[in-house]
Structure formats: C-alpha cells, structure tokens
C-alpha cells in the first residue's frame, strides 16, 4: 500500500433530530453543551463510531469497547499480548541481556502500527504495568487523524421527559408510578465535524492512501447500525462530507482556513431551524483545492 503523500482536511454536516447525540454522564446525560450553550460531540465518540465502521469493514481494531468486541479478550494489555510480535518485543525489553542499541520503541511502534488500523490512524497509549518492576509498558504513538468535536451551528434545544416504571424488578413486588427518571433529546441540531490528516505523522505509522479511504467511509457511514433508546434509528445523519486533498504533504491552505471555506447560514425567514433544509450551506473557493462531495 502506498503511503499517503498528500495533505487532507475534511468537513462533515451531521443533523440531530429528537436524539440526544451524546450524553454527558457528568450532568444527568443530558446532551452535552457548551458554556454558551452549543450543542457537542465529543471527539472520543465520534472516534468511537469510527472504529466500529471499521470494525463492521472487517478491519482489525485495537480500541474495542466492552459492549461491542469481536474477540474475548477483556483489555488492551490482553489485546495486545495475544500478538505474538508484540509479546516477543516486550520480552526482549526486558531482557537485561538485550543489546541496549536495539531501538525496542521503534519495533514495537511499527509492529503495533501494522496491526491494527486505529493505532496507526488516531495513535494510542500503551501504558501497562508488568508483573514485576521495570517489566511494563509505556509507549506513545501519535497518529496523522485528528478528528475534533463537533459542535452545532445554534444554540442546543434540550427537551426532557420523564419516563416511569412499568414492570416488577422482583416477584411480588408492587408495581408503584412512581417517575424512575428523566430521558433528554436535542429536537433539533445542526452540527459540524471537522478533521484532518497529516502527512508527516502518516509516513511515521505506514498511514497509506487505501486506509485514508477506509476512514473517509466510516465517517460517511458513522450512524449506521448506532441506533439506541437515545438515539432512535433514523434520529442521526450525516448529511455531507467535504473531503479536501491537497497537491502537498503540508496542503495549500491552513486547516482552519479549510473547514472555515463551509459556510453554514440559516435561511431566510427561518427563526428555529427545524430541519436540514432549514440551512443553506455554500462553500467559499480556495483556488487550486476543490472538495469531493459526498452525500447520503
């Protein structure tokens, strides 16, 4: 596979319809917001819905999470230590009678890299603590996709009902009305991701042009097979994804100049956007980079 050799920024417009698009544990689940009250999503669930894509795409994955893991192995250090190349690299770490010059870091990286496409496009931490002292883990891999959070183009309208118990936990239990809780959608958010890809860090982790794909169609793919209670099916979209490729590894405009060319704009007359067609979306040129439109 070739390595990537170009720069890439990437926009994606998601709408959130009587979803709550991510709950904040901290704060009742309640969608998350801002200090001004934007809606968010983190950049730990988006990434999060990405690996599961890539996972559904057949490709091996390092971060799995509990609910949704193709293997049985109950960590990272299990994950990892079932890799043969990997055990056999940490053995001669520490081995005292390891040749100090051999580069037990740049091994590890590479053969982590080559295994798993999450590690070699977000990176990861590999801090394990071994059985004796001097016998762990701690290895920092910075990865060339960088994904932020999400935020909505107006200020979140969070809705709250209550939900009540309707069955017996318990044989002979009375059954009482008493409200069990509370359950919070967004009624409608527009928000926007934006990304990017880093050649430079690319070339570190064998990042190549086929696994740049492979995350583009994750991204447009990020809520299938995601529906919940929170987000019902059909609630999530993501509507378009702007993808920029560059004519350079350092790209001919800054990200920021990059994901600012998508101009998002209520239309006129409309006071609360209702709806995706609600907005009209419009891109300012940049000379010499036009996006890939993608829709669904």
Known sequence: MALLQNKIDFVAIISAKNANPNGDPLNGNRPRITDSGFGEISDV??????RNRLMEMGEPILVQSEDNKLDGFGSLSERVGANRELSAILEKKNDKNTDKSIDIKGAFTAKACEAWLDVRSFGQVFAFKGAKSGEG???GIRGPVTVQSAFSIDEAEIESIQITKSVNNEPGEKKGSD??????????GLYVLKGSINVQLAEKTGFSTEDAHKIRQAVLEMFANDASSARPEGSMMLHTLYWFEHNSKLGQYAPARVHDSIVIKKKNGVDIPKSFDDYDISVSPLDGLTPQVFTN
């Open 45 to 50: 669930c988006l990434k999060r819905k990405i």
């Open 179 to 188: 409200t069990m809780g509370l359950k919070h959608r967004v009624s409608f």
């Open 137 to 139: 883990v701690s290895i």
